[in-house]
């Protein structure tokens, strides 16, 4: 029996260092940021969403992507060309040897955003900082107000993977059952079920509120602990199999603009493997859509009292 115990405990630790291995290819600590700080093949880049966080102070050697200008298309509602990310990329110094880590506010939203920009143009070696700029502040580590200009990289980008990014047609076949794809919404239960059209405050708005019909409801905070670094690998396993989502089918995750639903797409992709598109178009698009189906739970009504 001790023989076998024994074993049993040497084969978790197996699993469980291969999990954080996994993990680790795609996440990095703070503690592990500040020591590699002056790694020369590092490249650092703050995608927040914020006005003004950056110049306020930000991890030393960090570069700022202003989310709404560098990483979209300012006229087409579209994410950035090929050719205007390679000459953004080269700017902040990244080359083919680079490797980049992405970090930012609010929960890691827009650079996990940017992380998927990334993974469609098929930049190697991107990581979050797990927790991103927050847990970084909380934990009194070094910022900076100097800007900086690294020398011009050299990277090219030479791939486009379209599977990674899903567009209203795609989501309406799935609502419609045509084609066998899983659905999560990770907004919040009230902007699920059509209480609220979306969060307060919000510019973006949508004349329906509810879900596309089939989405299961899985809230992007589920996969975080208290200090905004995601939930061990197994346990991100059983929260989204309670929903059915366990990666035997492609998955589709929206929210209401797409950021934080980059944030869902990054913990079933890049940490639990599942083959998942994000829908970036998400509830502002598909809730303004015309004759497209809906589920509203709540009954609410656009300009309804």
Request: with cysteine.
């Amino acid at each position: 029996m001790k023989t076998i115990r024994a074993l049993l405990a040497a084969a978790t630790l197996l699993v469980s260092q291969s999990v954080l291995a996994a993990a680790s290819e795609y996440l990095v600590s703070t503690d592990w940021l500040e020591k590699n700080l002056n790694d020369p093949k590092l490249r650092i880049i703050e995608v927040s969403v914020n006005p003004g966080v950056f110049e306020r102070g930000h991890i030393p050697g960090a570069v700022n992507f202003v989310w709404h200008t560098d990483l979209v298309d300012t006229v087409r509602r579209d994410i950035v060309s090929k050719d205007q990310f390679q000459t953004l990329l080269r700017n902040a110094g990244v080359s083919k040897d680079s490797t980049v880590i992405l970090y930012g506010d609010t929960n890691n939203w827009f650079a996990a955003w940017g992380a998927w920009v990334f993974d469609i143009y098929g930049v190697p070696n991107v990581k979050l900082l797990d927790g991103g700029r927050a847990k970084w502040e909380a934990e009194g580590r070094p910022l900076s107000v100097l800007a900086q200009t690294p020398p011009p990289g050299d990277i090219e980008i030479t791939t486009v993977n379209k599977h990674l990014r899903a567009f209203l047609p795609d989501v309406v076949a799935a609502a419609e059952g045509k084609s066998d794809v899983a659905l999560v919404d990770i907004r919040s239960p009230d902007e699920y079920q059509g209480k609220i059209f979306a969060p307060p405050g919000v510019q973006e708005l949508a004349v329906r509120a509810g879900h596309v019909p089939g989405a299961v409801n899985v809230p992007w905070g589920e996969a975080v602990a208290a200090d905004g670094t995601f939930k061990p690998v197994e346990e991100l396993r059983r929260i989204y199999a309670a929903k059915g989502i366990d990666g035997s089918k492609p998955i589709i995750t929206y929210c209401r603009i797409g950021e934080r639903s980059s944030h869902t797409w990054f913990a079933l992709s890049k940490l639990l493997g599942y083959q998942v598109a994000n829908y970036d178009g998400s509830w502002t698009e598909y809730g303004n859509a015309v004759g497209v189906p809906i589920v509203n739970l709540a009954g609410t009504v656009w300009g309804g009292k």
